[in-house]
Structures are given as structure tokens and as C-alpha cells.
């Protein structure tokens, strides 16, 4: 099981181009949560995706930014326009749900990240 | 509302001395909690975490948690501090009851001087 994988590790764009980031969750995981690391700060939760849903998006900014997770294939978060203030470490997580309902066993396992510089 | 407060942004340690870093949190449930640790240039690593069973937690490469619910607190802490423990330490409070969406600290960086 080769863990949660995040292409790239690096990525620089222009002010104003588009980023597109993947994750690709760990085998037989279906929840995804993308996370956004900001200099100083800790780590914020922006989405949370299962298979072609997003479930919780109250961390997501209202613009530019968009996140996908489709039948087959990565997770995609894009932003669009980007600018300076949207230099950041962006982790993505995964995890399964074990049982029904209510579980405290779940872990989430987290990618190395990208991060994302604006020049 | 769940919050999880590290009251440290920086703890200085000495080799072979003990290290504490500390967590509150706040939580409208009985909480999952956890304390992740970040290496410059990689990953989190999940260290341990507390899910209602025992109060006191062990986790990997020495470290251990004390859930204790009356002071709201979370504290991580290592008998003997190793070179190799200077990283970024993290603690996490879950964002749902199912324990799939977490909320964490701002983070607490621990430099260990020979």
C-alpha cells in the first residue's frame, strides 16, 4: 500500500495562472480531506469529499477555489487565478469509515503535500 | 463547537530531558483526539490517539497523551528527548463524531539542543 500520494511535491505558478492539485487516497479509502498549511499557522481543514460528493465545504474560500473527487481517478483541488496569498502547504488525507454510524477507530492518513508558491 | 488550543508555538528542550507539550481542547462530545508530528519536508505522521478507551495513551518513538476530561487537556509528553524529536507537533481534535474530519492546533515546534 504506497500511502497517500500527492503530485506534485512543488508547484510555482504565476500570479493570476491556475493550480491543479491530486491526491491520490490510499487503496480502499473513500473519504477525502484537503487541508490548507499557511506560514505560521496550523493546518485548516477546506473539504471534505467522499466519491463524487463533496460532504463539508465550510473551509473552502467562495471563490477560485474548486475540489473534486470522481468516480475513478484523484482528487482534484483547483484553484483558479491564483495570487500571492495563496502560497501554501496544501495536505491532502485520507480514510474508511470502519463499521456503521458512529466509529472513533477511524485514522487519517496524510500525504507528504504540495506546496504551492505564487511569484 | 470543537477547538483544540497547543499553548506553546515553540519549546526549546536539551537532550535526554523530558519534554511537554501542551493541548486543550474544547468539545460539545466526549472527543477523538490526536497528536500528529510533521518533519521539515515531509509528511504527518500520526503519533497517537485517545478514542474513549483508556485515558493514557502510548505512541510511537516514546511519546504518550493523558486525556483528562476535568482539565480539558491533551498533553504530550516524552520521558527523554532524542535529536531526532525536533519537528512540528500537532494535536487534533475531531470534527465530527465520526472521527473523519479534524480539526488542528496551530502547532507547537520543538527544538532539542545537544
Known amino acids: 500500500n504506497a500511502g497517500v500520494m500527492q503530485n506534485p511535491r512543488h508547484l510555482v505558478r504565476r500570479r493570476g495562472q491556475e493550480a491543479r492539485l491530486r491526491c491520490s487516497p490510499m487503496?480502499?479509502?473513500?473519504?477525502v480531506y484537503w487541508y490548507r498549511q499557511l506560514p505560521e499557522e496550523g493546518l485548516k481543514f477546506m473539504v471534505y469529499l467522499q466519491k463524487e460528493n463533496i460532504i463539508d465545504e465550510s473551509g473552502m474560500p467562495k471563490e477560485r477555489f474548486s475540489a473534486e473527487f470522481p468516480k475513478e481517478g484523484p482528487s482534484i483541488l483547483r484553484i483558479q487565478q491564483v495570487v500571492r496569498g495563496d502560497s501554501a502547504a496544501y495536505f491532502c488525507a485520507s480514510s474508511t469509515i470502519s463499521g456503521t454510524g458512529v466509529s472513533r477507530n477511524t485514522e487519517a492518513f496524510f500525504g507528504q503535500g504540495t506546496r504551492l508558491t505564487v511569484v | 463547537a470543537q477547538s483544540v488550543t497547543q499553548l506553546d508555538s515553540h519549546v526549546s528542550v536539551s537532550e535526554g530531558t523530558p519534554v511537554l507539550l501542551r493541548c486543550n481542547y474544547s468539545?460539545?462530545?466526549?472527543?477523538?483526539l490526536f497528536w500528529y508530528v510533521q518533519h521539515p519536508n515531509k509528511g504527518l505522521q500520526l503519533l497517537l490517539k485517545y478514542t474513549s478507551a483508556a485515558t493514557l495513551v502510548k505512541g510511537i518513538n516514546g511519546f504518550e497523551a493523558e486525556f483528562k476530561k476535568s482539565e480539558t487537556s491533551f498533553h504530550l509528553t516524552k520521558p527523554s528527548a532524542h535529536m531526532s524529536d525536533a519537528a512540528e507537533y500537532f494535536c487534533?481534535?475531531?470534527?465530527?463524531?465520526?472521527?473523519?474530519?479534524?480539526?488542528f492546533g496551530k502547532g507547537t515546534t520543538l527544538s532539542v539542543s545537544s
Open positions: 487534533v481534535v475531531s470534527l465530527n463524531q465520526a472521527g473523519t474530519a479534524l480539526i
Open positions: 468539545s460539545s462530545y466526549s472527543p477523538s
Open positions: 487503496k480502499g479509502h473513500s473519504h
